[in-house]
Nanobody
Framework: QVQLVESGGGLVQPGGSLNLSCAAS????????MAWYRQAPGKQRELVAR???????FYADSVKGRFTILRDNAKNTVYLQMNSLKPEDTAVYYC?????????WGQGTQVTVSS
């Protein structure tokens, strides 16, 4: 069973960058497609980016060209590189498998984009 811990969030000005990490413990990480999700205040959780076991990526239209999802199977870690951040990117960011499993939701990491 996999446990996921997100980190790397913070406060950044519009146009800035952040790099998020999701560390997986336990066995089986490499068998899953992985994704980053986010939930903004008053909104439903949404998929931001996903990466297959083989490294194929998919992005929501709202982040395409600005965010990059990566995975390092040797380190059991998934990353989200976020550039050109906008205030509307403010949310709690979570990682999970695809499709998401309730048992793998963690605390998430807060990203706040504000001047």
């Amino acid at each position: 069973q996999v446990q996921l811990v997100e980190s790397g969030g913070g406060l950044v000005q519009p146009g800035g960058s952040l790099n998020l990490s999701c560390a997986a413990s336990g066995s089986g990480f490499t068998f899953y497609d992985m994704a980053w999700y986010r939930q903004a205040p008053g909104k439903q959780r949404e998929l931001v980016a996903r990466i297959t076991r083989g490294g194929t990526t998919f992005y929501a239209d709202s982040v395409k060209g600005r965010f990059t999802i990566l995975r390092d199977n040797a380190k059991n870690t998934v990353y989200l590189q976020m550039n050109s951040l906008k205030p509307e990117d403010t949310a709690v960011y979570y990682c999970n498998i695809v499709p998401p499993s309730p048992k793998y939701w963690g605390q998430g990491t807060q990203v706040t984009v504000s001047s």
